[in-house]
């Protein structure tokens, strides 16, 4: 064998080595590269998870926070209306006249079944025709005068029958509550 073909032996080895050296780092590397997309493409998407995570509960702390201001507001205005109509209910009893008004305290007293006692009216009332109902209902009036806007208290023996207008419209705001904030919300 010459010389030549021996170089050109060697040559073609080394070519081929060569050639293969670079198919197998030419592998090695789209492997790599495969490898590293593949976990880039994980790591995406648990950043996108956590981010989506962090999104959702962001926004429903905001959504919390939003109801709550609202439910908070909402229920300032419905007790600004429930206020407002208990002095509004309380102005209208107090423009009746004074027949009027001492006819609705005469239906209360009969309703009660008031027949004597002690009344000690209100420091608000000032309409009461009381001569008129002591007389009726057996009543003895008493100087001392209690807080409130109207109506009166009657003590009997150890019984005290609280029937001032505040009370009266107390009652009858908290035992139509309900319908009062089925209005006010729109339900009714």
């Given amino acids: 064998m010459s010389i030549e073909k ?3 032996r060697l040559e073609k080895e080394k070519e081929f080595k060569i050639e293969e050296l670079r198919n197998k780092k030419e592998k090695e590397f789209t492997d790599f590269v495969t490898k590293k997309e593949k976990e880039f493409e994980e790591w995406k998407e648990q950043i996108k998870r956590e981010l989506e ?3 959702k509960k962001e926004e429903e702390t905001l959504m919390s926070q939003v109801k709550l201001k609202y439910l908070t507001e909402s ?3 419905e007790t600004e209306v429930v206020y407002n109509l208990k002095s509004e209910l309380l102005k209208r009893v107090k423009k ?3 027949d009027k008004y001492t006819d609705i305290w005469r239906s209360i007293l009969l309703r009660e079944k008031i027949n004597e006692g002690s009344i000690l009216l209100t420091k608000g ?3 009461l025709d009381i001569e ?6 057996n009543l003895i009036l008493r100087e001392e005068r209690v807080e409130g806007m109207g109506g009166f208290i009657i003590e009997k023996g150890n019984v005290i029958i609280d029937l001032t207008l505040d009370t009266i419209l107390e009652e009858l705001v908290n035992n139509n509550i309900l319908d009062i904030a089925k209005i006010l919300r729109g339900e009714m």
């Fill in 96 to 98: 009746l006249s004074k």
């Fill in 53 to 55: 995570d962090r999104l």
């Fill in 132 to 137: 008129t109902l002591s007389k009726e209902f």
């Fill in 6 to 8: 021996v170089l050109e």
């Fill in 75 to 77: 229920a300032k205005v």
């Fill in 125 to 127: 009332e000032d309409s």
